[in-house]
């Protein structure tokens, strides 16, 4: 088996690319709880090829010890809540967190792969985005600690592929949603059905017609392992699902599904918040041959049967924070 380290692994994304990883590989996970979830790996801490080690990746780490063949970068608080909460911090994830994973990799002779995202288009003057758009970037917004560290973390990818050879893969995040979403992080999918299940009022901002593409999960997972895992591309390569919606049509799905008496509300739109996001997801079919597979519709059932079935101790200390 080959060995893959996960940052960022007991997370939303990162737990779940540990359940697609555990049955082919040596699965190291490395989180600090800022925003992971021990609940999320708690079913894996069994496997016998399964290790969790907790650690701040703005701290160096190198696990002379063991070989580790594949880094898979996802450590850094993702939803505005959480990255506005210590922006020093967040950017200092994606700067020095990146270097420290990228150290890894020179070490053990590791392919890395780092997990960008859809926020370093900022708000978008191309739409929908290709991986050549260089972006709308408010670069001393509030939103700036993470999407201008995801940009320089892009940079420090690529200086290290051409200056030590690094194998490095480098994916661009759009909106993704699914079970272990955090209950109450500010992102609009968890949001809408958190608020939802609990008959509140859904909560949108501005006028509600800014666009969104929501990927499910899953369909992401097996566009990070595939390119991973194929031998030339290095990318950048946009994931997430092409099909566009407005947040007031999300609302409207939610509701339907949920059942809910729920009403929409209106408040201030935030500042910097981007008006249209889509994918052109080309390249990913044409290098990967991935494309998502799941409908909004499919997905938000899914995700709504997770916050609906669990009801445990860790939901309810979310929801009261």
């Given at each position: 088996m080959k060995t893959a380290l996960i940052s960022g692994g007991a997370g939303f994304l990162g737990s779940h690319l540990c359940d697609e990883l555990i049955d082919?590989?040596?699965?190291?996970?490395?989180?600090?709880?800022?925003?992971?979830?021990?609940?999320?790996?708690?079913?894996?801490?069994?496997?016998?090829?399964?290790?969790?080690?907790?650690?701040?990746?703005?701290?160096?780490?190198?696990?002379?010890?063991?070989?580790?063949?594949?880094?898979?970068?996802?450590?850094?608080?993702?939803?505005?809540?959480?990255?506005?909460?210590?922006?020093?911090?967040?950017?200092?994830t994606n700067i020095l967190g990146t270097i420290n994973m990228l150290g890894m990799a020179?070490?053990?002779g590791a392919r890395i792969l780092q997990a960008s995202t859809s926020e370093i288009y900022g708000d978008p003057l191309?739409?929908?985005?290709?991986?050549?758009?260089?972006?709308?970037?408010?670069?001393?917004?509030?939103?700036?600690?993470?999407?201008?560290?995801?940009?320089?973390?892009?940079?420090?990818?690529?200086?290290?592929?051409?200056?030590?050879?690094?194998?490095?893969?480098?994916?661009?995040?759009?909106?993704?949603?699914?079970?272990?979403?955090?209950?109450?992080?500010?992102?609009?999918v968890s949001n809408f059905i958190i608020q939802a299940l609990q008959n509140e009022d859904l909560t949108a901002y501005g006028i509600g017609e800014q666009t969104r593409s929501f990927c499910y999960v899953s369909d992401l997972i097996k566009g990070i392992v595939q390119h991973m895992e194929q031998d030339a591309f290095v990318g950048p390569v946009n994931l997430g699902n092409p099909s566009e919606f407005t947040i007031l049509e999300l609302a409207n799905e939610i509701i339907r599904l949920t059942g809910t008496s729920s009403k929409i509300v209106f408040r201030d739109l935030p500042k910097d918040?981007?008006?249209r996001r889509k994918p052109d997801i080309s390249l990913a079919k044409k290098k990967l041959g991935w494309e998502p597979k799941v409908s909004l519709a499919e997905g938000l059932e899914k995700t709504i049967t997770y916050f609906r079935t669990h009801t445990s101790s860790f939901v309810v200390q979310q929801l009261s924070t």
């Open positions: 082919t590989h040596q699965v190291i996970c490395i989180d600090n709880f800022f925003t992971g979830q021990k609940h999320n790996i708690a079913h894996l801490l069994k496997r016998d090829n399964f290790t969790f080690i907790e650690h701040d990746i703005i701290d160096p780490l190198f696990l002379e010890d063991q070989q580790v063949d594949r880094i898979y970068n996802l450590a850094c608080p993702a939803s505005p809540i959480h990255y506005q909460h210590n922006a020093i911090r967040t950017i200092k020179k070490l053990h191309e739409h929908p985005q290709t991986e050549s758009y260089r972006g709308n970037v408010n670069p001393i917004g509030i939103r700036s600690c993470y999407d201008e560290g995801k940009r320089c973390a892009e940079t420090l990818m690529f200086d290290y592929h051409r200056q030590h050879r690094i194998e490095v893969r480098l994916i661009r995040i759009f909106n993704t949603y699914g079970p272990r979403m955090f209950a109450k992080d500010g992102r609009v918040d981007p008006q």
